[in-house]
């Protein structure tokens, strides 16, 4: 199981919200300090997330993400970035740039078929992001601060037969919460969806991600989790929790 570090996005700065909220955010400064102490750390994959972008499809922050995926590169890890990317423009501007893998959200559920030419224009560096609050809730769109019309289970199904190279499925309620990971959502996810998973929301410690890994639906495991909160609280270092997810094998 792969690690994923998280550094989201907000007027430039690095920043954590606090389930899903945008006035209980924390910042941390520069993303780019932020992406070579993960990286120095051993950290191969970056999660980066334009929150601005999110919530109003402009992309506030691309340059900022455009120059983590560089810098990543150089050394030796990778970006898989999301926030704001509604159209086939969107998506290439990240993904000719650098960016190994492009997370679609709101358009993924606004636009279905967006994410069917992506995924044949871009095979296997297609994601889809798919945050929800609570058991049966519908997919939150725009930030999170927009229930969808749909259900988990229907945007899982939606996206039967396309070549992703993930879903990246968000507990909101749990993120930035450092309550622990939503095993059963991610279970459900696992029996639903042929898809690699990758789960984000409550990691808290190598043991959340020692469970989340050894968690097991029909021979499926998740392929990564996504650290952020615990990873700049210093409440988990880097280096702690890859090895967590390496000894998941």
């Not at 941390?28 to 334009?50: K, S």
């Not at 990240?94 to 993924?108: I, N, P």
């Not at 749990?174 to 990691?203: C, F, N, T, Y």
Request: glycine share 14%; net charge negative; with cysteine.
């Amino acid at each position: 199981m792969d690690l994923y570090c998280a550094i989201d996005l907000r007027d430039g700065a690095a920043v954590r919200l606090v389930r899903g909220e945008f006035d209980k955010q924390r910042s941390y400064g520069d993303p780019f300090e932020l992406a070579r102490r993960f990286v120095g750390a051993g950290a191969r994959w970056l999660h980066v997330v334009d929150l601005d972008a999110a919530r109003t499809g402009e992309p506030v922050n691309r340059e900022t993400v455009l120059g983590l995926a560089e810098l990543a590169t150089g050394l030796g890890a990778r970006v898989q970035a999301g926030g704001g990317v509604r159209s086939e423009r969107d998506a290439g501007a990240l993904l000719d740039a650098g960016t190994e893998r492009v997370v679609l959200g709101t358009a993924a559920q606004s636009d279905p078929s967006l994410v069917g030419s992506l995924a044949a224009a871009y095979p296997g560096r297609i994601a889809v992001g798919l945050d929800h609050r609570g058991q049966g809730a519908r997919v939150a769109v725009r930030g999170w601060e927009e229930a969808s019309s749909t259900s988990l289970e229907e945007a899982l199904g939606r996206l039967e037969g396309l070549d992703l190279g993930a879903v990246v499925v968000t507990a909101i309620e749990r993120d930035g919460a450092l309550e622990g990971p939503d095993l059963e959502g991610l279970s459900k996810v696992l029996l639903e969806s042929m898809h690699p998973v990758i789960a984000s929301g409550g990691v808290r410690s190598s043991a959340d991600l020692s469970e989340i890994a050894r968690l097991e639906v029909h021979g499926r495991r998740p392929v990564g989790a996504i650290v952020g909160m615990a990873l700049v609280e210093g409440v988990l270092d880097v280096e702690e929790a890859i090895a967590a997810c390496e000894a998941s094998g």
